[in-house]
């Protein structure tokens, strides 16, 4: 027909638009949100409330109308909720397993109801997840609800547990925090981004209606991330978890500094991830894929283009002919407009060519999207990516240069390999430091895929079994650190203090105290200044022995040394690592007499004790040997077509502060943890115990470890402590010590981000050394010394 603009079959393939969206309607939350008289209260014990006299936050829509507005919490109302909540964990967790399935799946059918509401509610607000997300997710947890006493023995709940958002956070990236919690018995405080507020709302209504507790979900509104600490000043709140942005991550995590009550930490929004596309991928789908995940308005991470030189000029071609069909894409702001102007005028005078479907407007709050082709991995384009609709691309040249590219971003969240090279694309994968690999595809999410925070993209797991873990805690212990109020501290001077001098008596040079070395690099060495520290008696009277005093260029030297070996012994084989293990165990056996009175003298423990501590020490090596290739991760099961790894990977370096009581034992069962898993150790000894560990120095130097891979360093517990937080290296840090110094490394361990074990040395087992020999113990070990990365091949 003449003037038809009917597209042909040949016009769509050749453009591969989109067809048209169908209208939306959102009578059903306008509904909901009319009933409230679009004035949200806050939810708490079972129903909403709608306190008198506070303030409150509008939410606007996309096109700038209003949604309806949320009350802005008070002190007065944590108290209430906190109250509520104690109250509701009682309730919930003295339910069966049984039970609180039951209720979760009891869900999955008041979602089914409500589901066309609470999707155009999300929708309205800008906090887009689907009902068919929420259904999986639901009885995903139900399923560990109902069979947590079953495979997760010898672990409990931990309590009331504070799940903060930043405003920008995904609603999905926040229920997979929330659910979890629920599952394993705790109740849960919400503290949402505005955002994502009204949805959370409804869903606790939607709990509540279905038979949850009431108290055992309460959602606190109009705070804004740094209200998360206000809500952890409370003493009835045992765990904070939180997603969102860095920045808001380690605003939340210094101001909870000293408070006594750890912090998990998921970074989601705002990480650079690398899309890497192979010679060997379908380039067409790799183009496809692009096109669909680096142009949206909202979007989680922003994606870096790394492509084969050898396929550049075809990959360019099709994305120029996908792009032309390309529509400019709406800003928040002005302000965000002229940033991008920027990050594009600067890559250009860096020798980037664009890539745009059109000229980009000469003013306004919009942008068309637009490749940058050419640019530095040093590139503030790359370095410091705009929120705005951009798209670096770098190109590389071998397989190695693209796993360069790839680990060259600080955050370690996600990447996407193109190529249809099986091998090729499982190396890759296990070489890049993310936490989820996706093989041909983008952004897939299942909450049994557990991904753990890489580099600066968090400290703990989420998803899968390993997920649960950070909403539980060993039965035989309690709480690592008590409830304390932050002390007032000078976090540049801590550490500085000298140690109190000690006027040796007059000894005959026979007599004389034997001095000892460190272990650093795998040699017996002095510290880098010279000094020594005396060690004293336990009644505080003779010197023992003098120890060297380790600072801050002996943790360098240590960590370059670990650093140096640490890959290869990543790559060991389990077999190996154990071998290794076993050879510690029988040096240890061959020595156990000397240390035993090593421990005898420096302790004040009796020789029985001493020896019994010596006996099972030896056995913890062993145990560790054993456990080296026992639990490797493996396949999941996913609910659609495709496969998925998970694998249980080494955190890198790992600093260690050792505790006063045990110091034998308490070392050698960190050690083991480390190594077994594939991890380099600095290991500080107790200040006030060094010489068990430095006489297992000897075990170490006799045994096949490769040198650099442990390392020892005695000195003053707060310095060793100071110069091991801001060593940007060190992937983690475990510490027993002062509360003092739990605040430092609290309030420090923000940039690089650094995975934190932390225990009062206030709280210790009253039993000797059963505590440390009790196997769950021994499991939380081994799961705080590895992180869990999950790589996803579609097949069809």
Same mark, same amino acid.
């Given at each position: 027909?003449?003037?038809?603009?009917?597209?042909?079959?040949?016009?769509?393939?050749?453009?591969?638009?989109y067809?048209?969206?169908?209208?939306?309607?959102t009578?059903?939350?306008?509904?909901?949100?009319?009933?409230?008289?679009?004035?949200l209260?806050?939810?708490?014990?079972?129903?909403?409330?709608?306190?008198?006299?506070?303030?409150?936050?509008?939410?606007?829509?996309?096109?700038?109308?209003?949604?309806?507005?949320?009350?802005?919490?008070?002190?007065d109302?944590?108290s209430?909720?906190?109250?509520?909540?104690?109250?509701?964990?009682k309730?919930?967790?003295g339910?069966?397993?049984?039970q609180?399935?039951?209720?979760?799946l009891?869900?999955?059918g008041?979602?089914?109801?409500h589901?066309q509401?609470?999707s155009?509610?999300?929708?309205a607000?800008?906090?887009?997840?689907s009902?068919?997300?929420?259904?999986?997710?639901?009885?995903?947890?139900s399923?560990?609800?109902?069979?947590?006493?079953?495979l997760?023995?010898n672990?409990?709940p931990?309590?009331?547990v504070?799940?903060?958002?930043s405003?920008?956070? *995904?609603?999905y990236?926040?229920?997979?925090?929330?659910?979890?919690?629920?599952?394993?018995?705790?109740?849960?405080i919400?503290?949402?981004?505005q955002?994502?507020?009204?949805?959370?709302l409804?869903?606790?209504?939607?709990f509540?209606?279905?038979?949850?507790?009431a108290?055992?979900?309460n959602?606190?509104?109009?705070g804004?991330?740094t209200?998360?600490?206000?809500?952890?000043q409370?003493?009835?709140?045992?765990?904070?978890?939180y997603?969102?942005?860095?920045?808001?991550?380690v605003?939340?995590s210094?101001?909870t500094?000293?408070?006594?009550v750890?912090v998990? *930490?998921?970074?989601?929004i705002?990480a650079?991830?690398? *899309?890497?596309?192979?010679e060997s991928?379908?380039?067409d789908?790799a183009?496809d894929?692009?096109?669909?995940?680096?142009?949206?308005?909202?979007?989680?991470?922003?994606?870096?283009?790394?492509?084969?030189?050898?396929?550049l000029?075809?990959?360019?071609?099709r994305?120029?002919?996908?792009?032309?069909?390309?529509?400019?894409?709406?800003?928040?702001?002005?302000?965000?407009?002229?940033?991008?102007?920027?990050?594009?005028?600067?890559?250009?005078?860096?020798?980037?060519?664009?890539?745009?479907?059109?000229?980009?407007?000469?003013s306004?709050?919009?942008?068309?999207?637009?490749?940058?082709?050419?640019?530095?991995?040093?590139?503030?384009?790359v370095?410091?990516?705009?929120?705005?609709?951009?798209?670096?691309?770098?190109?590389?040249?071998s397989?190695?240069?693209?796993?360069t590219l790839?680990?060259?971003?600080?955050?370690?969240?996600?990447?996407?390999?193109?190529?249809?090279?099986?091998?090729?694309?499982?190396?890759?994968a296990?070489?890049l430091?993310?936490?989820?690999?996706w093989?041909?595809?983008?952004?897939?999410?299942?909450?049994?895929?557990?991904?753990?925070?890489?580099?600066?993209?968090g400290?703990c797991?989420?998803?899968?079994r390993?997920?649960l873990?950070?909403?539980?805690r060993?039965?035989?212990?309690s709480s690592p650190?008590p409830?304390?109020?932050?002390?007032?501290?000078d976090?540049s001077?801590f550490?500085t203090?000298?140690?109190?001098?000690?006027?040796p008596?007059?000894?005959?040079?026979?007599?004389a105290?034997?001095?000892?070395?460190?272990f650093?690099?795998?040699?017996a060495c002095?510290s880098?200044s010279?000094?020594?520290?005396a060690?004293?008696s336990?009644?505080?009277?003779?010197?023992?022995?003098?120890c060297?005093?380790?600072?801050?260029?002996d943790?360098?030297?240590?960590?370059?040394a670990?650093?140096?070996v640490?890959?290869?012994?990543?790559?060991?084989?389990?077999?190996?690592r154990?071998?290794?293990?076993?050879?510690?165990?029988?040096?240890?056996e061959?020595?156990?007499?000397d240390?035993?009175?090593?421990v005898h003298?420096?302790?004040g423990?009796?020789?029985?004790?001493?020896?019994?501590?010596?006996?099972l020490?030896?056995?913890?090596?062993?145990?560790w040997?054993?456990?080296?290739?026992?639990?490797?991760?493996?396949?999941?099961?996913?609910?659609?077509?495709?496969?998925?790894?998970?694998?249980?990977?080494?955190?890198?370096?790992?600093?260690?502060?050792l505790?006063d009581?045990?110091?034998?034992?308490?070392?050698v069962?960190v050690?083991g943890?480390?190594?077994?898993?594939?991890?380099a150790?600095?290991?500080?000894?107790?200040q006030?115990f060094?010489l068990p560990?430095l006489?297992?120095?000897q075990?170490?130097?006799a045994?096949?470890?490769?040198?650099?891979l442990?390392?020892?360093?005695?000195?003053?517990?707060d310095q060793?402590?100071?110069?091991?937080?801001?060593?940007s290296v060190?992937?983690?840090?475990?510490y027993w010590?002062?509360m003092e110094?739990?605040?430092?490394l609290?309030y420090?361990c923000?940039?690089?981000?650094?995975?934190?074990?932390l225990?009062?040395?206030?709280?210790?087992d009253?039993?000797?050394?059963?505590?440390?020999?009790h196997p769950?113990?021994?499991e939380?070990?081994?799961?705080?010394?590895?992180q869990?990365?999950?790589?996803?091949?579609?097949?069809?």
């Amino acid at each position: 027909m003449a003037g038809s603009t009917t597209k042909t079959v040949q016009d769509i393939f050749q453009s591969m638009e989109y067809g048209p969206a169908a209208a939306s309607s959102t009578a059903s939350a306008q509904a909901w949100l009319d009933h409230h008289s679009r004035s949200l209260g806050l939810f708490i014990d079972g129903k909403f409330i709608h306190p008198a006299g506070r303030q409150s936050r509008s939410l606007t829509d996309s096109k700038g109308a209003n949604v309806c507005s949320t009350v802005c919490v008070v002190d007065d109302d944590v108290s209430q909720c906190a109250s509520s909540s104690v109250g509701g964990f009682k309730t919930w967790s003295g339910l069966t397993c049984y039970q609180r399935a039951k209720l979760l799946l009891k869900m999955v059918g008041t979602l089914g109801q409500h589901g066309q509401c609470w999707s155009e509610l999300c929708e309205a607000c800008g906090a887009s997840c689907s009902p068919s997300n929420l259904v999986r997710l639901l009885q995903y947890y139900s399923s560990w609800a109902q069979l947590r006493d079953t495979l997760i023995t010898n672990w409990t709940p931990l309590g009331v547990v504070a799940v903060v958002a930043s405003d920008d956070c *995904f609603l999905y990236a926040l229920m997979l925090k929330v659910l979890p919690a629920l599952a394993m018995g705790n109740s849960v405080i919400v503290v949402p981004g505005q955002s994502t507020a009204p949805p959370m709302l409804l869903l606790a209504q939607l709990f509540t209606a279905a038979g949850l507790p009431a108290g055992a979900l309460n959602v606190v509104t109009g705070g804004d991330v740094t209200f998360g600490a206000k809500v952890a000043q409370n003493p009835s709140i045992n765990h904070i978890t939180y997603s969102g942005n860095k920045q808001d991550g380690v605003t939340l995590s210094k101001a909870t500094a000293g408070m006594g009550v750890l912090v998990s *930490f998921s970074p989601f929004i705002g990480a650079t991830c690398p *899309f890497i596309i192979f010679e060997s991928a379908d380039i067409d789908s790799a183009v496809d894929g692009v096109i669909e995940t680096a142009f949206k308005k909202k979007k989680e991470v922003h994606w870096v283009l790394c492509v084969q030189e050898s396929v550049l000029d075809s990959v360019v071609a099709r994305l120029r002919l996908r792009m032309s069909g390309l529509k400019c894409v709406g800003l928040n702001s002005d302000e965000e407009r002229v940033q991008v102007d920027a990050v594009v005028q600067e890559a250009q005078q860096q020798g980037a060519t664009l890539v745009q479907p059109c000229v980009a407007p000469s003013s306004g709050a919009q942008y068309p999207p637009t490749v940058l082709c050419g640019v530095a991995p040093s590139s503030p384009s790359v370095v410091n990516l705009s929120s705005g609709p951009l798209l670096p691309l770098m190109t590389f040249r071998s397989n190695t240069e693209a796993v360069t590219l790839g680990n060259h971003s600080p955050d370690g969240r996600a990447a996407s390999i193109w190529t249809e090279d099986l091998t090729l694309a499982l190396e890759t994968a296990k070489s890049l430091a993310v936490g989820s690999v996706w093989v041909n595809s983008h952004s897939v999410s299942d909450p049994c895929l557990p991904v753990s925070g890489h580099k600066d993209s968090g400290t703990c797991t989420d998803g899968g079994r390993e997920g649960l873990y950070q909403f539980l805690r060993p039965c035989s212990s309690s709480s690592p650190l008590p409830r304390s109020s932050p002390v007032s501290m000078d976090y540049s001077k801590f550490g500085t203090a000298t140690s109190p001098a000690v006027i040796p008596d007059d000894l005959d040079a026979a007599s004389a105290p034997k001095p000892y070395l460190q272990f650093i690099g795998g040699k017996a060495c002095k510290s880098v200044s010279g000094c020594s520290v005396a060690v004293q008696s336990p009644e505080g009277g003779s010197v023992l022995a003098y120890c060297p005093e380790g600072g801050r260029k002996d943790v360098r030297n240590a960590v370059e040394a670990a650093v140096k070996v640490h890959s290869g012994w990543m790559k060991k084989s389990p077999a190996a690592r154990a071998q290794s293990l076993h050879s510690l165990a029988k040096g240890l056996e061959a020595k156990r007499r000397d240390i035993a009175n090593l421990v005898h003298v420096q302790t004040g423990l009796s020789v029985d004790e001493a020896e019994k501590e010596v006996e099972l020490s030896i056995n913890k090596l062993s145990d560790w040997a054993a456990y080296c290739d026992k639990i490797q991760g493996g396949a999941l099961p996913m609910p659609q077509s495709g496969s998925a790894l998970s694998y249980a990977e080494a955190l890198g370096v790992v600093g260690v502060v050792l505790p006063d009581k045990n110091p034998l034992l308490s070392m050698v069962t960190v050690l083991g943890a480390t190594i077994a898993t594939g991890n380099a150790v600095i290991l500080v000894p107790s200040q006030r115990f060094p010489l068990p560990a430095l006489a297992f120095i000897q075990v170490l130097q006799a045994s096949d470890l490769p040198a650099g891979l442990v390392n020892v360093i005695t000195g003053n517990r707060d310095q060793l402590t100071v110069a091991l937080a801001n060593h940007s290296v060190l992937k983690a840090i475990w510490y027993w010590g002062s509360m003092e110094g739990c605040q430092y490394l609290q309030y420090t361990c923000t940039s690089p981000l650094k995975t934190l074990c932390l225990f009062s040395q206030n709280v210790e087992d009253e039993d000797g050394g059963k505590e440390w020999c009790h196997p769950v113990v021994m499991e939380d070990m081994w799961r705080n010394a590895v992180q869990w990365k999950s790589v996803w091949i579609p097949t069809a």
